[in-house]
């Protein structure tokens, strides 16, 4: 938990410039034009001034102050550009990594099925982050760093750095994705050749096959309502639902029913006609036309096998 | 001048009484007040769930609402001051009132239509607020809309995008009916030049809301089609693209944010003349900045973008134009400093407001800078930066553009003073508290501060609470200011035609005016803002 404000990669100092000359500039125009109103205040006040000029333009004073201005600007573009530039020319060598952004979790995918949650990275090389959505827009930012780019479902969007100091320095989602927005953080860890090299060979290859019917589940975004790990967000969670008694709200009033097959297709091609006690009618849609027949078996083999466990 | 007291017995607020006489009125002045009473009804209802919002983050972690709650409340707020509040708010209110009057004319050009705008506007806000709980759903989108995860409320949004258009639809409607006023409407003698500034903004913001907001109705009808027809257009598992939808959203609401400022540019352009006793400085620049403004605001939404993976070329192209549409308003800026400089000037309410709008103004437009330049807008964008950044340009410029007008020119609506010292007091509080609620923001966001967050880390935790303690002072300051108008505006002092010695046609008349403005149309032989006999006297 270092630094704040001091750059932690190469592609800092370029923005920490274009920084200091905008906000060098604003702070005297700023002052400027506070000292010339209190001046103006003082100086040609009711009580002091009782013979208000009449004069009412000054076109060389227009020129003035329209043409210094716009060479200001020009100059304050030019730092944004020559700092943001670099950012988009990614070393042929750099290091790939896959970012995986999924409501409200980042995870890191560094081949071969070696995925951390953390974002580990030896000090002093090219890094390349492919950013891959699961479901709705993220944004991957690294304050300390200085970069941030748009985690889009359907997009390739990248970003590249290099790290320059070792540490540990904030990840947060700059896009808002729901519910636990602001609780998808992350950290990335900036180690030594040899201490990156031991870690990742200590990083395990985690078993990457992810049930058919969660990625449906994923795809289909019904974990904005539905969590697997016993949170109630705006549906009940999925967890622990394989088998147990669900108490309904029906047309007729409450009844028992059995976690099953037939409930959980109801549950998905007519949620409104059982609602879950506690929960609102009318919030789930239906997902008659949008999931196929093969979908809902994978679903609900899911719940079965997996996902649907206490 | 003239400064015997002539409010005569009749005149536009008491005329006719009854509810249903207002209600019906398609008199421009009531019209205008109908609109500033629902607007400053809901700006306090969403001023009240944005203070409820920063006493949640007076802390990190919980603490007096869930994330789901405090997801809603931005949601709310951001819908209801950006279309219901700020978009359409100047010119309904002020517009209405005070073009007509300022032209010479009796009434806008079709005052049926007028009615109609005020009536669509409230089914518009109505619906926005419907859209938001419609189907047992609570609000959780931001008031941006971006798919995909605004897929998940897809009939909420097409309620919303509805209500938006609505809205939008309300504002064409008095946008037309402010261009042709203008156009034909002009007291005899009164050239395009001799016009005063206020309807030049109004007149370069009613070309923005006619041209901009179809923009709202395409995007409406794709997201009907999308949803009721499959065709993909914006969500990726139909094959769309969430970008494209980022685009459309940016190409309404970036001209929109012109629409908010240009108006409040126009009114403290006539606040500076009356109050140093001197003309404008820089008229033809400052009227045609304002053309340039409206002009070349359609071409920079892509600013709000810049991470979006927009491609290298237009991130330079939107970043190079978005600076050069920060140069109208450093004409204005100037021009309205040299206005008041060799003036005899007396620093009375509309005055400080005004003042304090240049100020907060200027910040806001150099942090704006900070987000156009691509470097430095890669770090800020989606923080607390970019919030603290519109909330000075749209509450310290519109809002406190409105506080302006509504203290220049409330002796002429009613009639009535208000206290002074109040309003110097209200003043005080007011610009207090919003400094402390917002300049923390800028240093939170360029340490990282995302925006959108109900948590956050412990680090940021001084500037959240200074922030707090702001939002407090702020609405302290808004109470007392609001109190001492209604206050006055029904125990105040009977106030002349003229307090503040202005020159332009709205002073001329009683006050409050007469239900048809003026009696006899005057005829214009000069430019608006010739002080014959300068008022220097207290
Ligand atoms: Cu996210």
Sequence with gaps: MTTMFSGASNLAEGVDRAFIFIFSVAFIFIIAIVALIFYILIHFSRKKNKNPQQFSGNTTLEIIWTVIPVIIVLIMFYFGWAGFAPMRKVPADAMPIKVIGRMWVWSFDYGNGKISKDLVVPLNKDIKLNLYSEDVNHGFFVPAFRVKEDVIPGYNNYMWFRAISKGTYDIFCTEYCGLAHSGMTGKVIVLDNADFDKWFADLKVSDNTVHPGLAIIKQNACLTCHSLDGTKIIGPSFKGIWGSKRIVVTAQGEKEMEGNDEYIRRSILDPNADVVKGFNKGLMQSYKEVLKAEDIDK???????????? | MNNQTTTTPLNFLNHQTGLWSWLTSTDHKRIGLLYMYSIVTFFLVAAVLGLLMKIEKSAPGETIMTAQTYNALFTLHGIIMIFIVVIPGLAAVFGNIFLPIMIGAKDVAFPKLNLFSFYLFLTGAGLGLYSQFANGHSPDTGWTFYVPYSAEASSNVVIALTAAFTLGFASILTGLNFIVTIHTMRAPGMSWFRMPLFPWSLYATAWIQLLATPVVGITLLMVIAERTLHVGFFDPKLGGDPVLYQHLFWIYSHPAVYVMILPAMGVVTEIFPTFSQKPVFGYVPIALSSLAIALVGYFVWGHHMFTSGMSYESRWFFSLLTFLVAIPSAIKV???????????????????????????????????LTLGSVATDIQVHNTDFVVAHFHYIIFGGMGFGFFAGIHYWFPKIYGKLYSIRWANIGWGILFTGFNLLYFPMFIMGIQGMPRRYFDYDPKFQLGQTISTIGAIILFTGLITMISNLIYHAYKGATAPANPWHGVTLEWQIPSPPPHENFDEIPVITRGPYVFDNPHTTK
């Excluded at chain 1, 679903?299 to 206490?310: E, H, N, R």
């Design chain 1, 299 to 310: 679903i609900v083999d899911y719940f079965k096998t997996a996902g649907g466990q206490k």
């Design chain 2, 334 to 368: 100037f021009n309205w400093l040299s206005t008041m400089y060799g003036g005899s000037v007396d620093l009375q309410p509309p005055l400080l407001y005004a003042i304090s709008f240049i100020f907060l103004f200027t910040i806001g437009g150099f942090t704006g």
